[in-house]
């Protein structure tokens, strides 16, 4: 739960920094979206490789050097005088929440499978309101007139603190399942049906999370006209949303099931997402960005416990799988929405949320 929550407070914090690093770097929108690549690849490299690193080394070490290169990652990136120098940045901090995404995914599928009790969307509820937190505090330090590097280098600090900590954070053992498992491989995981959907469906709900926040707060400020405070305000709503909704989606995964609970969220992202295109003003974007929050909270905890369900004893291979998509989704969003806003706008970049949300209702209904 720790590390899900300092890994919150890093995406809060950078989510509302970036509008900050792209005026003081004077970069257009297709250059900044496509330096984002130099996070997405490494990590997706990362997570590729996560089956074989899980049982080289085991989750504990992962996130301690993890925790270490975002930590140098956040140092890197205060020196960003060029955009060459970012994307250097960018690069290990791909490296480092590569490793910690893993070693998280991995650890919370094992404990679920452990206790036998649903207990994903806490877990994701943890990394919300550190986003919260991490939002809602960078707003405030640039609104205060301190620079956007007092955040990063905080940041920092929280992930040193980290690795020390990881030497007490308990994992519990898993039971490997046996070779001649049906899963036994990645080629066999994504043999099922249903297992093919839920990939599917956490890959389009990652395009609406890093929509949102590579461009959420650019769009309130440059689109609408917001204030700095009103992007950390508007990006912290959005997480905010994100935790209400996961602490909600507990009870309704309980009592309705992951279907259902996948399509309340395919119809929450397409009434977020369509808001925000139509937005007219800062305070009606930041209220499209928490009702798209709310609609994209519940997928991410609701994928992993039911894919978990379904391939007993596989979680590293799962991880591997599910993380491929997830960064996959994130080296294609940044650009695409940036070059898109180059030569349209960012308005229409937007769309690309309620589309994502249409296609996670259609894939609902192959979840059995």
Known sequence: ????????????????????????????????????????????????????????????????IGAAAVAGAMVVMTTAGTLLVLVLALALM?????????????????????????????????????????????????????????????????????????????YPPVETAPRSSRFSDVGDVLGSRAVRALVLIILLSIVVEIGVFIWGVIYLQDELNGS??????????????MFGGRLLNSHVIDRYGARRSLVLSGIGLILGGLVLVAAWGPWVGLV?????????????????????ERLPGRSGTLASVV?????????VTPPLMGWVAQFGSLRISMVAIALSGAGILWLARRVD
Do not use: C, K
Request: hydrophobic content about 55%; glycine content about 16%.
């Open 288 to 308: 499209a960005l928490a009702v798209t929050g709310l609609g994209v909270a519940g997928i991410y905890p609701t994928v992993m416990s039911a894919a978990g």
């Open 323 to 331: 993380m491929t998509a997830t960064y996959a989704a994130g080296i």
């Open 94 to 170: 791909g490296l480092g929440t590569g490793l910690t995404d893993g070693a998280m995914t991995q650890g919370s599928v094992d404990w679920e499978q452990a206790i036998r009790r649903r207990r994903m969307s806490l877990f994701h509820a943890g990394f919300s309101i550190g986003a919260v937190v991490g939002a809602f505090g960078t707003g405030g330090l640039l609104a205060f007139g301190l620079s956007f590097r007092t955040p990063l280098l905080i940041v920092a600090g929280l992930h040193l603190a980290l690795i020390p900590l990881t030497a007490i954070i308990g």
């Open 228 to 241: 700095e405070l009103l992007g950390g305000l508007g990006y912290g709503a959005f997480n905010a949303a």
């Open 1 to 64: 739960m720790l590390y899900f929550a300092v890994l919150g407070v890093l995406v809060g914090s950078t989510g509302v920094v970036w509008a900050s690093i792209v005026d003081e770097l004077d970069i257009a929108s297709g250059p900044f979206g496509t330096a984002q690549l130099g996070s997405a690849v490494v990590s997706t490299v990362i997570v590729i490789a996560y089956a074989r690193l899980s049982g080289w080394r085991g989750p504990r070490l992962i996130a301690a």
